[in-house]
Nanobody, 125 residues
Framework: QVQLVESGGGLVQAGGSLRLSCTAS????????MGWFRQAPGKEREFVAV????????YYADSVKGRFTISRDNAKNTVYLQMNSLKPEDTAVYYC??????????????????WGQGTQVTVSS
């Protein structure tokens, strides 16, 4: 069992930055692929970024590529999402997620088994 707790959300002006953190319980964090997803009101949950268990492989949604960076610190059981050049359309609840599968290229919410409670990110224009 893995419990995920996100933090770092808030209100920021367009063009600003935020860094989200997601801390996991348990001793097997380093074996999990970690993903970030977001969900805006009235929309489906969408993929944002994924990082392999080792941190050597990452992938981003086209909408955030070049602006967001996913990273992890396995010694701290934490995954991060650095968000720069934020836009109003980035406004959503952001969720971190974990998967124990052997393949890291996981883009669908259905492929993740553990989820955090979410943290709100609001970008004002």
């Amino acid at each position: 069992q893995v419990q995920l707790v996100e933090s770092g959300g808030g209100l920021v002006q367009a063009g600003g930055s935020l860094r989200l953190s997601c801390t996991a319980s348990g001793r097997t964090f380093s074996s999990y692929t970690m993903g970030w997803f977001r969900q805006a009101p009235g929309k489906e949950r969408e993929f944002v970024a994924v990082i392999s268990w080792s941190g050597t492989s990452t992938y981003y949604a086209d909408s955030v590529k070049g602006r967001f960076t996913i990273s992890r610190d396995n010694a701290k059981n934490t995954v991060y999402l650095q968000m720069n050049s934020l836009k109003p359309e980035d406004t959503a609840v952001y969720y971190c997620s974990a998967s124990s599968g052997s393949w890291w290229y996981l883009l669908s919410p259905d492929e993740y088994i553990y989820w955090g409670q979410g943290t709100q990110v609001t970008v004002s224009s």
